[in-house]
């Protein structure tokens, strides 16, 4: 009895130790003084007016926006193609492309991202959006692949099959039988692959090109000269984004399931 209670206060621990820092960021962003620290002077929006006024973090937010919707429709459309040709045909090579398909997953981002920059060097290609689109893609891919596999595992083939002896081509068959059935993956694949693409940091220092700024690297260049409230609020922003996007897709997913469509 004694272990599980101890057990019961570690995880507690580790718990408070994951989710302290979070709460932290959440509640000094609202602090009306100008040096972060508690206690806390007093409750003001002031650092959000504040953060909606500086140039830099707007265009640095809207570049992350269009970055991550752009990662989410290219990741989103390989992943479903992919996890199509994976799931519902049989040919050579196949473990091997599901493998060549995770591999961004277990190779460590850094490693990956040094590797990607080498060879597009190689190839004369400058730092540029599109080498940072490219990259946010190949990182999001894998995640889609997982998730629609998962869902595409569970759909029936029975339903393409019916559709197929009813006279509907291939194509008719994927987008009015096999693309509704599938959509709860599709949307939740696409939150996920927004989410890892504007909170994305590591690979981004590397293949930026001078001069844009994503939400991670402003606060990275912030964090740099001095710990600014400007930061603590962008850092609510930020959470309220990563935590509720991922959320949302999964009661969303939840909602659809329960319709079954």
Known sequence: MRVWSLLKFYTVLVYAFMFAPILVVLILAFNSSQFGGFPIEGFSL????????????IRALRTSVLLGLLTALIATTLGVLASVALVRYQFRGKQWITTFL??????????????LL????????????????IGHSIIALPFVVLVV?????????????????????????FFQVTLPLLLPAVF???????T???????ATIFWR?????????????????????????????????????????????????RRKI
């Open 209 to 257: 090109p001078s001069g844009m700024e994503t939400v991670p690297t402003q606060i990275f260049g912030m964090l740099r000269n001095s710990v600014s409230p400007e930061i603590n609020a962008l850092g609510f922003v930020m959470i309220c984004i990563t935590v509720g996007l991922p959320l949302l897709a999964g009661a969303v997913a939840r909602y659809f399931s």
């Open 188 to 194: 939740a694949g696409a939150l996920f692959a927004f």
């Open 102 to 115: 995770i591999t961004p997953v277990l190779v460590p981002e850094t490693v990956l991202a040094v590797g």
């Open 196 to 202: 890892i693409s504007f909170d994305n940091i590591t």
């Open 149 to 173: 596999q998962a869902r595409l595992v569970g759909i029936r083939k029975d339903y393409e099959e019916a559709a197929r002896s009813l006279g509907a081509s291939p194509l008719q068959t």
């Open 46 to 57: 002031r650092w959000f007016y504040e953060l909606a006024e500086n140039e830099a973090i």
């Open 118 to 133: 080498i060879f597009l060097r190689w190839l004369h290609m400058p730092r540029s959006f599109g080498l940072l689109l």
